[in-house]
């Protein structure tokens, strides 16, 4: 991002310090230091700030925030944070639970606010305090980074070009370490702190990018879990769930926390009359007929995104977004109302898990 010469940084509250990825928002934060100082922290746990680090971080992530904040101060009364430091942003990386308070209490005062997800238990809370926000007229980005990704902006103009003809169906497959990799006692495994697994946590993406890239919403939810993979988990390590959107297209998801080391491995697909799309890391393939051979021709598209420290590009992307979006007065590409509609398919999934019936979404 270009500088800025001569203007005024603003000032940026860290609220959350034992969360998974404050360190990459932190450092993503640190790419803008022309037009941004992060000028104390915030946790209730006294002990986290001493450590400046998360018991446990995302291994592609820095352990610890950086010493070079070792002399900042460390609040843990929220009002204190804000009266007494004159913040214009506030880094949103608290447990789910604690979460909704916060970004309420932080809109109420002025703060714009950077929200990493999945940020409430429910889309009851999360409805409700981005209402606050939006009443209290701040700017909030929330992480959902697909809606920042080359390959899916591309698929999704693909999709509104009529590319695909008539969606027929779809996929996600989204595997990622397992619950021993990530350490069981982490907070992201904690039902009370978090609320649910891997569908919350991760799945929660493709519950947001799935419906942005088809353009419809989802009518629909059916969805089965299961806790597999490791003794006396309380959260579900794998789910699979069906979506039905209101153009008709049928979607499955299947998520689970399954490779036995660090890392990810993503998949998406849709299927229409005319083509295909299919999303993986950076690259787009496009299936579409070849006449030539009666046949099906790949065409593949490489959207080479260059390494951003922290939380990568997409995260650099969604900062520079609501940086943009806090001077234009407009709303960054994903909102905290987009969030919400995620959490509404999250907890329809979880409700269809409880019943085992299908839920239907109404939407107003």
């Not at 860290?14 to 934060?29: A, I, K, M, N, Q």
């Not at 590009?313 to 979006?325: F, K, N, T, Y």
Request: include cysteine.
């Amino acid at each position: 991002m270009t500088g800025h010469a001569g203007q005024v940084p603003l000032r940026v509250g860290v609220v959350g310090l034992d969360h998974y990825h404050v360190t990459g928002w932190v450092e993503t934060l640190e790419l803008f230091s022309d037009r941004l100082e992060i000028v104390a922290l915030y946790d209730p746990d006294p002990a986290a700030g001493v450590r400046l680090a998360p018991r446990f971080v995302d291994p592609s992530l820095r352990p610890g925030i950086g010493e070079r904040y070792r002399g900042l101060p460390v609040e843990t009364d929220l009002a204190a944070l804000i009266d007494r430091h004159a913040l214009d942003l506030a880094l949103v990386t608290l447990p789910n639970r604690d979460a909704p308070a916060a970004i309420a209490q932080l809109a109420r005062s002025g703060v714009h606010l950077l929200v990493d997800k999945p940020a409430a238990l429910d889309a009851a809370a999360a409805r409700e305090a981005f209402a606050t926000a939006r009443e209290a007229g701040v700017r909030v980005v929330t992480g959902l980074t697909r809606r920042y990704a080359p390959a899916w902006q591309a698929a999704r103009a693909a999709v509104a070009e009529g590319v695909l003809g008539t969606l027929i169906t779809g996929s996600a497959v989204f595997a990622a370490s397992t619950v021993a990799v990530r350490g069981p006692d982490n907070p992201i495994f904690d039902p009370v702190g978090a609320g649910g697994g891997i569908l919350s946590w991760l799945g929660i993406h493709d519950l947001d990018g799935l419906p942005w890239l088809v353009g419809e919403p989802v009518v629909e939810v059916m969805a089965m879990a299961g806790r597999v993979g490791h003794p006396g988990l309380q959260v579900e390590d794998v789910i699979s769930v069906a979506l039905r959107f209101a153009g008709g297209a049928i979607f499955t998801l299947s998520h689970a926390y399954a490779l036995p080391a660090r890392g990810y491995r993503t998949l998406v697909a849709l299927r229409g009359t005319a083509a295909s799309l299919e999303i993986s890391g950076e690259d787009l393939v496009t299936l579409v007929p070849d006449p030539a051979c009666d046949g099906l021709r790949e065409v593949r598209s490489v959207y080479p995104v260059a390494p951003a420290p922290g939380y990568g590009a997409s995260g650099r992307d969604a900062v520079a977004d609501l940086l943009a979006a806090i001077g234009e007065g407009r709303d960054p590409a994903a909102t905290g109302e987009d969030l919400v509609r995620a959490l509404t398919l999250v907890d329809a999934a979880y409700a269809s898990v409880r019943s085992g019936q299908t839920i239907r979404i109404m939407h107003n």
